[in-house]
């Protein structure tokens, strides 16, 4: 019975010897994930915050994500962190839009990997363009064509415009599937542009239009009316006073602007023959608008003379 106390002793001084000074236990990294931030329809920003080495020094450290829940670093969809900070923040990029995503940081040392918790966020969605609460303006308007000023547009919607510009038509609601449309590059910024190839006397509808990856977006409609495409208006009124024997006095009167384009020149034009044109030297022109009076000179005595007002634009030549 001795002998097998006194074994038994000396089996636990050998196992009490043997055993080496106990050794720090070692596990793997602790890490937190940082709240997702600046979300887009492509891009997001997260990062991680280590609270703990695991007792060996970390290898790497970043961030992960898939569409699927618990990602880990075996995904490609991952940013490796080379900072030597214990917090960190990373841009994700080349997601797709309108789309949920699962994100962890994570930390590496000698023992293994550990994660963050998982966060989850969505990607935006890409929507049309919007134009700003400015109307767009038409001036310079002619028979044949005008200008349109467009405003810079208020957004374009979280996709590159791919095209701009304005559509018009007789109809309202005008769109890119008009006949009558511009194109006036790529962005946001403000332009402007002719329209031609109008008709006189002719109302029409115009709305800026812009097309991003979501489709094409329309602005406010506006309208106008071209003006009359048509030779200058005469006065109802011509007479003849203070007949001589060498002279008279012509008054003709007063004439409205109609829209036709503006007058050159107008007055009165006199022959021998009926019917007198301009293309005889025998006139007299003013710019008056109103009523105006003209001498008639150098005329031969008892002779009979033909006499008639006559207004010309750019159009041509209209007699009264």
Not at 139 to 167: N, R
Not at 175 to 182: A, F, H, L, V, Y
Not at 294 to 303: A, D, I, R, Y
């Amino acid at each position: 019975m001795r002998r097998i106390f006194l074994l038994s002793v000396i089996l636990f001084c050998t196992f009490i010897q043997c055993k080496k000074p106990s050794e720090k236990v070692k596990f793997v990294p602790g890490v937190a994930t940082i709240a997702v931030s600046s979300i887009t329809i492509n891009s997001a920003i997260s990062g991680g915050s280590i609270t703990s080495n695991g007792g060996a020094g970390i290898i790497s450290k970043g961030l992960v994500w898939s569409t699927g829940s618990n990602p880990t670093i075996l995904l490609t969809t991952k940013i490796i962190d080379t900072t030597t900070s214990i917090s960190y923040s990373s841009k994700i990029t080349g997601l797709a839009e309108n789309t949920i995503y699962h994100i962890r940081a994570f930390a590496t040392n000698s023992i293994g990997t550990g994660y963050g918790d998982e966060l989850t966020f969505k990607t935006t969605s890409i929507v049309l363009p919007t134009f700003s609460d400015s109307l767009l303006i038409i001036d310079s308007i002619t028979d044949k064509m005008a200008t349109a000023h467009v405003p810079s547009l208020k957004s374009e919607g979280g996709s590159p415009i791919s095209a701009k510009g304005i559509a018009w038509s007789t109809n309202a609601n005008p769109d890119i599937s008009s006949p009558g449309k511009t194109s006036n590059g790529l962005g946001t910024a403000g332009f402007s542009t002719g329209i031609t190839g109008l008709s006189a006397n002719t109302t029409y509808y115009v709305r800026a239009y812009a097309t991003n990856s979501a489709g094409t977006s329309y602005g406010k409609e506006v309208s106008f009316k071209t003006i009359l495409n048509g030779l200058p208006p005469v006065s109802d009124t011509i007479d003849v006073f203070y007949i001589n024997k060498n002279s008279a006095r012509v008054y003709i009167g007063a004439v409205k602007v109609d829209g036709t384009a503006p007058i050159i020149s107008r007055g009165v034009v006199w022959s021998t023959n009926q019917n007198p044109l301009i293309d005889l030297s025998t006139k007299s022109s003013s710019t008056e608008m109103g009523w105006i009076d003209f001498n008639l000179t150098g005329l031969v005595s008892k002779q009979i003379y033909y006499v008639r007002e006559f207004a010309t634009n750019s159009v041509g030549t209209r007699y009264g």
